[in-house]
Nanobody, 115 residues
């Protein structure tokens, strides 16, 4: 089994930055894709950013130019640097990872941006 654990969430003011990290452990064969999604209260979960091996990162339009995703394949970690945060970025952020057995998800970390 695979476990994903997020860290780095918190409460910040608009314009500030946060860095989310996600570490995978367990029986890992190699992830093709790692990424982040988020879910705000009353809204559907949405893709924030993902990075596929040997491919360019994909970002939601709402975070382009502000968020940067990175991954360390040797350590099975994925991070999300979030700059110029806005109140509308407030959500629970989930990391996920995909490989041939399917998709795995973390438990989520809360990010709250006050105006």
């Amino acid at each position: 089994q695979v476990q994903l654990v997020e860290s780095g969430g918190g409460l910040v003011q608009a314009g500030e930055s946060l860095r989310l990290s996600c570490a995978a452990s367990g029986s890992i064969f190699g992830f093709t894709t790692m990424g982040w999604s988020r879910q705000a209260p009353g809204k559907q979960r949405e893709l924030v950013a993902q990075l596929t091996t040997n491919d360019r990162p994909i970002y939601a339009d709402s975070v382009k130019g502000r968020f940067t995703i990175s991954r360390d394949n040797a350590k099975n970690t994925v991070s999300l640097q979030m700059n110029s945060l806005k109140p509308e970025d407030t959500a629970v952020y989930y990391c996920y990872a995909e490989e041939f057995r399917g998709q795995f998800w973390g438990q989520g970390t809360q990010v709250t941006v006050s105006s």
